[in-house]
Structure formats: structure tokens, C-alpha cells
């Protein structure tokens, strides 16, 4: 197997700092921006990535062969061009890793931002079809959401402790923090949590990272104590993995009697966070997975960093952190399958998981 080299092109070396302080500029569009941000996301993919090394080994002679057929088409490479040719080049990388992306953000029409306009149907929401029944949508763990999930649940949770069903619909979640639904587990907890923890890559593009949202004033607090925390262990670790938890588990003083019966609702808009919920939720003996298919498989790597390439019209996503399970418990490659699958039929997913609910002995 050939490796790809880790050293920047010629071009790119001139971008680091750039790509040091995050990635994002003012300046108009540059000559040859194409070239720029293939050179851009050459650097960050190489050096930053945290599932490099593992999709080098799976298929390193694809890889190369491919850098080099994308590195000579973009001498003829347009704005409209651009895009497609540089996910083409990602796309080794991104088959098992569906957190690697690369994407040109759409104009956002005006008036079209339905938090501007008072209405956000990402909001979690509770509901009571009927006296023994709670059905808790969870459409986003997205760090933003956390306070409204936890008001939810504390404004009702007198009604949930004295409700025999409860079904939790993370169907459309796309993930976020794990923090974020910290207050939803109690409600379903019967036995202790194994989690398999995380090995952050130590680049000096994540370094970056760690440092920024230690000085960022709109870092939650406790993320910003967690990373002021580990940042001098990060500083002695450069150029290799650093773990972040090793597998332990999570263990709570109770368990409530009611509900006594909990549906997880998914299906394959569940991502990433979300996935690492129904995990924690499937040690308990309260909880089935119910769905139509199994989740997206957006596990094994995450911890994501963002950048704007040079151009200021493309972004890029990558994973900054993989799971212990790897190399021997993938994920991505098949997501989590439910434990009850709802039929073809079916047409009300959720109807369907109440209905099931009760008819749990």
C-alpha cells in the first residue's frame, strides 16, 4: 500500500494559519479558489482527521490515484465544477464516515428562518394521548435545545413519574450533545450505562480547536471548564491520540417504578447523538427500540469541527474524535437496528409503538 504523503502542497503551506485560527475569512473570493480550498481540505483531511490513518489502511491505492486525478482537473475546474469534483475526492473517506462532508451552503432566503419567525419545530414537545400515556418528541440534542429539554421535563416530570407508558420519538433527530438529553435518561434508567468512550487526534488544527472554545464567551460553561481542563493534557499529546474515556458506566441512585414500559421511536434520521442515546437507552429493561430501519450510523467518529474553506463559499465537516470500539465493533456500517421493526404496512409509526406498548405483559 502506498501512503499519502502528510506533507502540505506548496500552496497550502501558505494557508496555515488560516487553517490554524479555524478556518474562516473575510477577504473576497481569491484566484483559483478551487485550487485553494482542494489544497485546504488536502491539509485538514491529512492532518486533523481523526479517521485518516484508518481509511489509509482500508484504501490507501484508491486514495492516491484519486488525489492525483483530482489534482489535475482542477486546471479546468469553475465555480460550478468545483463542489462536485472536491466531494469526489472525500468521498474514500466519507463511505464509512457519513460526518465527513463537504458541502456550498444554499443562499438562505429571507424570511425563511423559522426561529426568526417564532416557530422552530426542532423544539422538543410532550404530549398525553391518554391517562397512561406520555409521548416525549425529541426532534434535536443540538446544545441549543438542552435548556428547553430540561424545562420539559422538569415542568411535567410529577405527570411522568405517574404514567405507565412512555414513548421517547427520536425518529428526525440528527443528533448534537449527549449532554443535551442527560435529563430524559432517569425517566427511563433500570441498569448501569457502559460506555465505551473516545480518543481525541491531537493535530495542531484541533489544538486550535480545544483553545477556541476555551476563550469563545458562548461556550456553555461546562464544556468550557471540561476543555480549559484537559487543554495542557492535549498540549503534551500532539501528534497522537489522546483518550477521553475509557469504558465506564453510568449509574444512577434510582429507578422509578413509572413509566413502566418505554418505546424508543427511530428509524434513520437518527444520528450520531441520537444513536449514542437509543444505546444508552437499550440497557434498560424498561426500554424497546421500535422503527421502521435501522439509524444512520454516524458513531464511530465524531467530536465535529467545522471550517469555511479559503473560497468563503464551501464548507467542510470533519471528526476530530473515533470510538474505542474501533477497529473491532464498527458501527457506521450498519447503524443500530431496532429490536421491534415495524411493518411495511404500517402506515403511523407511532400509533403503532403506543399500541405495542400496551400490549407489553
Same mark, same amino acid.
Not at 487553517?19 to 491539509?43: E, K
Not at 439509524?295 to 465524531?302: I, R, V
Given at each position: 500500500?502506498?501512503?499519502?504523503?502528510?506533507?502540505?502542497?506548496?500552496?497550502?503551506?501558505?494557508?496555515?494559519?488560516?487553517? =490554524?485560527?479555524?478556518?474562516?475569512?473575510?477577504?473576497?473570493?481569491?484566484?483559483?479558489?478551487?485550487?485553494?480550498?482542494?489544497?485546504?481540505?488536502?491539509?485538514?483531511?491529512?492532518?486533523?482527521?481523526?479517521? #485518516?490513518?484508518?481509511?489509509?489502511?482500508?484504501? %490507501?491505492?484508491?486514495?492516491?490515484?484519486?488525489?492525483?486525478?483530482?489534482?489535475?482537473?482542477?486546471?479546468?475546474? +469553475?465555480?460550478?465544477?468545483?463542489?462536485?469534483?472536491?466531494?469526489?475526492?472525500?468521498?474514500?473517506?466519507?463511505?464509512?464516515?457519513?460526518?465527513?462532508? =463537504?458541502?456550498?451552503?444554499?443562499?438562505?432566503?429571507?424570511?425563511? *428562518?423559522?426561529?426568526?419567525?417564532?416557530?422552530?419545530?426542532?423544539?422538543?414537545?410532550?404530549?398525553?394521548? *391518554?391517562?397512561?400515556?406520555?409521548?416525549?418528541?425529541?426532534?434535536?440534542?443540538?446544545?441549543? #435545545?438542552?435548556?428547553?429539554? *430540561?424545562?420539559?421535563?422538569? +415542568?411535567?416530570?410529577?405527570?411522568?413519574?405517574?404514567?405507565?407508558?412512555?414513548?421517547?420519538?427520536?425518529?428526525?433527530?440528527?443528533? %448534537?450533545?449527549?449532554?443535551?438529553?442527560?435529563?430524559?435518561?432517569?425517566?427511563?434508567?433500570?441498569?448501569?450505562?457502559?460506555?465505551?468512550?473516545?480518543?481525541?487526534?491531537?493535530?495542531?488544527?484541533?489544538?486550535?480547536?480545544?483553545?477556541?472554545?476555551?476563550?469563545?464567551?458562548?461556550?456553555?460553561?461546562?464544556?468550557?471548564?471540561?476543555?480549559?481542563?484537559?487543554?495542557?493534557?492535549?498540549?503534551?499529546?500532539? %501528534?497522537?491520540?489522546?483518550?477521553?474515556?475509557?469504558? *465506564?458506566?453510568?449509574?444512577?441512585?434510582?429507578? #422509578?417504578? =413509572?413509566?413502566?414500559?418505554?418505546?424508543? =421511536?427511530?428509524?434513520?434520521?437518527?444520528?450520531?447523538?441520537?444513536?449514542?442515546?437509543?444505546?444508552?437507552?437499550?440497557? +434498560?429493561?424498561?426500554?424497546?427500540?421500535?422503527?421502521?430501519?435501522?439509524?444512520?450510523?454516524?458513531?464511530?467518529?465524531?467530536?465535529?469541527?467545522?471550517?469555511?474553506?479559503? +473560497?468563503?463559499?464551501?464548507?467542510?465537516?470533519?471528526?476530530?474524535?473515533?470510538?474505542?470500539?474501533?477497529?473491532?465493533?464498527?458501527?457506521?456500517?450498519?447503524?443500530?437496528?431496532?429490536?421491534?421493526?415495524?411493518?411495511?404496512?404500517?402506515?403511523?409509526?407511532?400509533?403503532?409503538?403506543?399500541?405495542?406498548?400496551?400490549?407489553?405483559?
Amino acid at each position: 500500500m502506498t501512503p499519502l504523503s502528510r506533507a502540505p502542497l506548496p500552496r497550502a503551506a501558505a494557508l496555515a494559519a488560516y487553517l =490554524l485560527v479555524g478556518g474562516t475569512i473575510q477577504a473576497q473570493r481569491p484566484a483559483g479558489s478551487c485550487g485553494l480550498d482542494f489544497d485546504s481540505t488536502y491539509v485538514v483531511i491529512t492532518r486533523d482527521y481523526a479517521g #485518516y490513518q484508518d481509511r489509509l489502511r482500508e484504501n %490507501g491505492p484508491r486514495i492516491t490515484a484519486l488525489t492525483d486525478s483530482v489534482r489535475a482537473a482542477l486546471v479546468e475546474a +469553475s465555480d460550478s465544477t468545483c463542489t462536485p469534483l472536491l466531494q469526489r475526492w472525500i468521498a474514500p473517506f466519507a463511505e464509512h464516515d457519513h460526518h465527513l462532508q =463537504l458541502w456550498q451552503p444554499r443562499p438562505e432566503a429571507a424570511g425563511q *428562518d423559522a426561529r426568526a419567525s417564532g416557530e422552530d419545530r426542532r423544539r422538543p414537545s410532550l404530549e398525553f394521548p *391518554d391517562d397512561s400515556t406520555a409521548v416525549l418528541t425529541l426532534p434535536d440534542f443540538a446544545e441549543r #435545545y438542552k435548556p428547553a429539554i *430540561d424545562s420539559l421535563i422538569a +415542568s411535567h416530570r410529577g405527570r411522568l413519574l405517574a404514567t405507565p407508558y412512555l414513548v421517547v420519538d427520536v425518529r428526525r433527530n440528527g443528533g %448534537g450533545a449527549t449532554r443535551a438529553y442527560a435529563e430524559v435518561v432517569p425517566l427511563l434508567y433500570t441498569d448501569p450505562i457502559a460506555r465505551d468512550g473516545m480518543e481525541f487526534w491531537v493535530s495542531e488544527g484541533n489544538l486550535a480547536m480545544a483553545r477556541a472554545m476555551v476563550d469563545d464567551p458562548r461556550t456553555p460553561p461546562g464544556m468550557k471548564a471540561e476543555a480549559a481542563r484537559l487543554l495542557p493534557q492535549l498540549e503534551r499529546s500532539l %501528534g497522537r491520540f489522546f483518550s477521553m474515556g475509557a469504558i *465506564d458506566s453510568l449509574k444512577l441512585d434510582t429507578v #422509578y417504578a =413509572l413509566p413502566r414500559a418505554v418505546v424508543v =421511536l427511530t428509524g434513520r434520521g437518527c444520528a450520531s447523538s441520537c444513536e449514542q442515546f437509543v444505546l444508552d437507552a437499550m440497557h +434498560s429493561k424498561k426500554v424497546t427500540v421500535v422503527g421502521t430501519e435501522h439509524t444512520a450510523g454516524f458513531l464511530d467518529y465524531g467530536n465535529i469541527r467545522t471550517i469555511t474553506l479559503p +473560497s468563503g463559499i464551501r464548507r467542510l465537516a470533519y471528526a476530530t474524535s473515533r470510538s474505542h470500539r474501533l477497529p473491532e465493533r464498527p458501527m457506521d456500517y450498519t447503524g443500530i437496528v431496532p429490536q421491534v421493526l415495524i411493518p411495511r404496512e404500517e402506515t403511523d409509526g407511532l400509533a403503532f409503538a403506543i399500541r405495542y406498548l400496551k400490549s407489553r405483559k
